[in-house]
Every structure is written in structure tokens, then in C-alpha cells.
């Protein structure tokens, strides 16, 4: 009883500013504020607030509310395990058996398709750099008198 008898004051101090505000020439701001206003008597009227009231002081529903988030924090704890183990138990004893069986052992490695002597030429190395490697940025620094 005194959720809507709050609502409802919370509604009319509401629409008084909305009227407030409409005298000020400001239409569609008093026209905001009242919509705003109608939201508290709104939820009275459709008997929301006497749910909201009985659910919140039933011990019923709150121990209902804790087995949720029991339940939401075990399937969050074991999804979080599966991802860490890699798969479901079929997907590991899939794994298993294929590890288990000679086929799926790697072929062995053929033999090179060079030989010593048919290697490619190796680049020649690079002459090493001299001290004239600035000798162009010193040119462009005379030009310009630096």
C-alpha cells in the first residue's frame, strides 16, 4: 500500500513540473517530463508494483533467485573447464584412439630432392660500407649552406 501511495505522489509532483514547464513555452519538455511522470502510476495500475513487493519480500522467490545464479555460475565454471581441457569426453576419447592406432603415426621423411652438389648459388655478400656512406647527405648539407 505504501508503494502506490509513493508512486503516486512521485506522479503528481511530475506532472506540477510538467505544468511548470509548459507555462515557461517549453511544450516539448513538459511534454517529456509528463511521460515520465505517468511511468510510476502506470506500473501501479497494472499491478506490477504489488508483484515487484510480494517478490521481493518472499524468502520463496530469493532462494529461487540463489539456485539461478547457482545454477548460471556451475554451467559458467564447467564451460570455462571443457575450454581449458580442450573438448567434450567424446572429443578426448576420439583423440585417444586415433593416437592409439599405427596409421596415424607421421610417414617417414623422404630424402632430400638436392643433393650437395645441386645446391643454387648463394648470393654474393654484400660489400662491406665504407665510411663513404654519408658522403651524399654531407653533399646535400653544403648545398644548403648547413
Do not use: N
Amino acid at each position: 500500500m505504501i508503494a502506490e501511495t509513493v508512486c503516486s505522489a512521485v506522479s503528481a509532483a511530475g506532472l506540477g513540473i510538467a505544468a511548470v514547464t509548459a507555462y515557461r513555452k517549453r511544450f516539448l519538455a513538459a511534454a517529456r517530463i509528463a511521460a515520465y511522470a505517468l511511468v510510476p502510476i502506470a506500473l501501479v495500475m497494472t499491478g506490477i508494483v504489488q508483484w515487484l513487493a510480494d517478490t521481493a519480500f518472499s524468502p520463496t522467490a530469493w532462494a529461487g533467485f540463489g539456485l539461478l545464479g547457482l545454477a548460471w555460475v556451475l554451467l559458467a565454471t564447467t564451460r570455462f573447464a571443457e575450454r581449458r581441457r580442450g573438448g567434450t569426453r567424446k572429443e578426448r576419447r576420439a583423440a585417444a584412439r586415433a593416437a592409439e592406432q599405427p596409421g596415424a603415426v607421421a610417414p617417414a621423411a623422404s630424402a632430400p630432392s638436392l643433393s650437395q652438389d645441386s645446391r643454387p648459388a648463394s648470393r654474393p655478400a654484400a660489400a662491406p660500407r665504407s665510411d663513404d656512406d654519408f658522403s651524399d647527405i654531407e653533399a646535400i648539407l653544403k648545398k644548403h649552406g648547413i
